[in-house]
């Protein structure tokens, strides 16, 4: 835990605390080898009742930016807190009908019965190339090497 974090916690300065969590979190979810990393801020600012705090200053609210909203997904999916990232995911779905990273973390987001049928329209729209993106993409998020 860093100073800063410490000293905000132990002055009860929660959004300060917030800030500081928030910061640290942002390289780590760029990252794809820090998971041990991550599971460890997590239990630590689950116990510090950060986590709300956190995804509420993070929220992109109305921003149309792309790399904000993907930031606040990954986010929610790494504080275990997934549901708040589904209408980020539709709206983005909507706006990038195209967009395979997007399309495949829609669909871990979905409810089991929905994702055999997104996933056949999705195999009748799209490319087998494209198709096949989206599986490696959907593994990879969830640890899986499909290849």
């Given amino acids: 835990m860093s100073p800063r974090l410490s000293r905000a916690l132990t002055e009860g300065n929660i959004d300060a605390a917030a800030r500081e969590g928030l910061r640290l979190l942002r390289p780590l979810l760029r990252g794809s080898n ?41 986010l929610c999916e790494q504080l275990g807190e997934k549901e708040l990232a589904k209408p980020i995911l539709i709206a983005l779905a909507d706006e990038r009908p195209d967009d ?25 729209m799209e490319t087998l190339d494209d198709f096949g993106l989206l599986v490696g993409e959907i593994s990879k998020n969830e640890g899986d090497d499909p290849f």
């Fill in 100 to 124: 395979t990273v997007v399309t495949a973390k829609l669909l871990q987001h979905l409810p089991a019965d929905q994702i055999l049928t997104k996933a056949k329209a999705l195999m009748k």
């Fill in 34 to 74: 820090n998971s041990w990393e991550i599971r460890e801020m997590v239990e630590r600012y689950r116990a510090a009742n950060l986590i709300d705090p956190i995804l509420k200053l993070a929220h992109p609210g109305e921003t149309r930016s792309y790399s904000r909203r993907m930031e606040y997904v990954s």
